[in-house]
Nanobody, 112 residues
Framework: QVQIVECGGGLVQPGGSLNLTCATA????????IGWFRQALGKERELVAS????????DLADSVKGRFTISRDDSKNTIYLQMNSLKPEDTAEYYC?????WGLGTLVTVSP
């Protein structure tokens, strides 16, 4: 049985930081591309960052380049999204995708 659990979201002021965690189970984790997506209220879900096996290929959305970092720890079947210099427009539900499976998300709110 596969499991995906995101955590680390919360309320933060503009300019602040958060580190999201996506813990997984039941996958051949080290062999998979993993992605972080987000969906703001009234908008479509969009890709924020993805990371390939062995971290050889990392893609970031233009809107988060220079501010967000994605990483993986295959020994823990976990990926991370370090988010710095957060802006109000980063407010969204953040989801982890593993293959065709999605987690339930973690809410990030950036507000004064």
């Amino acid at each position: 049985q596969v499991q995906i659990v995101e955590c680390g979201g919360g309320l933060v002021q503009p300019g602040g930081s958060l580190n999201l965690t996506c813990a997984t189970a039941g996958f051949r984790f080290s062999a998979l591309y993993i992605g972080w997506f987000r969906q703001a209220l009234g908008k479509e879900r969009e890709l924020v960052a993805s990371i390939s096996p062995e971290s050889t290929n990392i893609d970031l959305a233009d809107s988060v380049k220079g501010r967000f970092t994605i990483s993986r720890d295959d020994s823990k079947n976990t990926i991370y999204l370090q988010m710095n210099s957060l802006k109000p427009e980063d407010t969204a539900e953040y989801y982890c995708r593993v293959g065709e499976h999605w987690g339930l998300g973690t809410l990030v709110t950036v507000s004064p």
